[in-house]
């Protein structure tokens, strides 16, 4: 059975000058930058098209940028939209709830820059980071950060990627200590990564717990269309959108389990929408016979369309 999957990118695939072919050559588009300008405040359009990139990356502001950059792509292809499943990595979650209208942009842009806020607020610079683990297994990356923990601090699994990388977050002492004893773990490289928090990790949870706060406020819409969770690769349900948001902060994101359980319930063909190509790399070293197409410009979007025959 042929079914296709829209995927949403997540925080480290934001780029300046994100995002603007679509803005001068869609006017709907333009209306999402317009609206996210309006419900945020300030111009975050200015911010995707000219950044710096040091103001991009910062958190609170990435997460809303990287948002509008994947609606306002989305709006343009709505009109041949026939995806049976959505997904996203981390932030791009919100990307795929909002686009299947279980709450609209004005809610999810506001939402997330204040989530973008408390992830970055959580741990003080310089208390915590994140480390990629190269050239390894699951099990293995879970036993080194479960003796790393014991002997050094805090280290937790955050990101299940893809076969052979896993991120993981936590102390900043006991990522600075793993690095040197990695390779004792089958543990082919340590990469410590350029991050100011060590997310999707317990020291996240007061985080969470200020999310919680917001999702309280939201009426969550039932999706129009299965849309899958990073904390458990259930399919969302109305009534756990809030729940399962508060946990995605300070729990590891499962996405090789997504995309496995995507393409056992018939999904082969992947269609990234956003910038970057992250995820596609990613799907395709978890399954090399499925198809994965990048839309981050006009040229993606004209491939898209011949793809999908429209």
Known sequence: MNKTAL?????????????????????????????????????????CFEGPDKDLSITKITQPALLTVCLAIYEVLKKTDTAAVMGGLSIGEYSALTA????????????VFKRGSYMQ????????GMLALLGCTDEDAIAFCRD?????GLL?????????QIVAGGKSSAIDNAIDIASKYSIKRAVKLQVSAPFHTSMLKPAGDRLKEELKKIKFKNPDRNIISNVDTAYYREDDIAEK???????PVRWEACVRKMIADGVNTF???????TLSGFIKKIDKNVKAINIENIQGFNSYLQFAGA
């Open 148 to 152: 790393i923990t014991a002997r050094y």
């Open 156 to 164: 937790e699994p955050a990101n299940f990627n893809c076969p052979g």
């Open 271 to 277: 269609v990234e929408i956003g910038p970057g190509k």
């Open 121 to 128: 607020n959580a741990v003080p610079i310089g208390e915590g």
């Open 100 to 111: 299947a209208g279980a709450m609209d942009f004005e809610t999810a842009v506001q939402l």
């Open 245 to 251: 948001l508060e946990k995605q902060v300070y729990n």
């Open 7 to 47: 995927v949403f990118p997540g925080q480290g695939a934001q780029y300046t000058g994100m995002g603007k072919e679509f803005y001068e050559n869609f006017k709907e588009s333009r209306e999402i930058f317009h609206r996210a300008n309006e419900a945020l405040g300030f111009d975050i359009t200015k911010l």
